[in-house]
């Protein structure tokens, strides 16, 4: 079943009797759950993402964030649970549904031979663009992320932070509608860091929608208008960034969620001086 994918983000939808069907959301995930042989490594998780919402999902390290992420939008086959990008399920119609969507997959495997331009513009000819407005699109979206300047070097040859703009810059290319990036600052230098979150910003006030796991928790407060809190494999907390954080910053709520204290770190005698 679909739910309207043709309609507009973050407006309702009328019909003619009159009423008004809910915005379609831009991202639905419901039950979403996975294993890998005898880890539960997600138990539960749903995640709805309003379209024109900056999403914010948080959550310690293996709590599940990445493989929810990777169900959400097709890439990853679930044990149970679905996934629609703006109405159009992942799996039952995978091709149109990731039509809509720009991912930055963690760990994302790359062509290690081709330079950033010729990655680009081949994804972009898989894409259905034509040959000038993948060019176009490939020098643009380097030239945005300060990778213009990289000529002949391949992808296998980049450092961290630049394989990371490369692969934000391949999630853009096709101008999505929706963007779901794990962890898209990480490694990421201050400069490339301020133009990213300036193209983010931009991006949703344009309409888009963004989904963005990230362990800074400033960043999330200052960016995300919508905020989940994934634990051990499953939603805690998901609302408005008010409704998460409960008058408090969003690391002690995160913190209280997960019964954390950093006040008394346990130091071992061997380290001690
Ligand atoms: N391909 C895989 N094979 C086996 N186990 C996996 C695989 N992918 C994830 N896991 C396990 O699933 C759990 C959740 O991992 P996941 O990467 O989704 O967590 P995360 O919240 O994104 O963590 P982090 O913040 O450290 O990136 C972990 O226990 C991890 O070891």
Excluded: Q
């Excluded at 995930?29 to 709805?48: E, H, Q």
């Excluded at 400069?191 to 910003?201: D, K, Q, T």
């Excluded at 634990?231 to 002690?252: F, I, K, N, P, Q």
Aim: aromatic share 4%; proline share 6%; with cysteine.
């Amino acid at each position: 079943m679909t739910e309207d994918p043709g309609h507009v983000p973050g407006t309702a939808s009328s019909r003619p009797g009159g009423g008004a069907f809910p915005p379609v959301p831009a991202l639905h995930a419901t039950g979403l759950r996975r294993s890998f042989g005898g880890t539960v490594a997600v138990d539960g998780v749903d995640l709805l993402v309003p379209a024109g919402s900056f999403f914010g999902v948080v959550g310690p390290n293996g709590a599940g964030k990445s493989t929810s992420l990777l169900m959400a939008v097709g890439l990853l086959r679930p044990d149970a649970g679905t996934a629609r990008i703006f109405g159009v399920d992942v799996w039952a119609d995978p091709v149109r549904a990731k039509r809509m969507v720009g991912v930055l997959p963690d760990g994302l495997a790359l062509p290690e031979r081709l330079t950033g331009r010729e990655l680009l513009h081949y994804l972009g000819r898989l894409d259905g663009l034509d040959g000038a407005s993948a060019a176009r699109r490939a020098d643009d979206l380097l030239r945005l992320f300060g990778l213009d300047g990289t000529g002949r070097t391949a992808v296998g040859e980049y450092s961290t932070g630049m394989r990371k703009k490369i692969g934000l810059a391949t999630a853009l290319l096709n101008a999505p509608r929706l963007l779901v990036l794990d962890e898209p600052f990480e490694a990421v230098d201050p400069v490339s860091g301020a133009v990213i979150r300036g193209l983010l910003e931009r991006f949703v006030a344009d309409g888009g929608s963004v989904v963005l796991s990230s362990h800074s928790m400033s960043l999330v407060e200052e960016l995300c208008d919508r905020v989940a809190v994934i634990v051990a494999g499953r939603t805690a907390r998901e609302g408005t960034l008010d409704e998460v954080r409960r008058g408090e910053s969003l690391h002690d709520a995160f913190a209280g969620l997960l019964g954390a204290s950093t006040a008394n770190v346990e130091m071992p005698a061997w380290l001690r001086r």
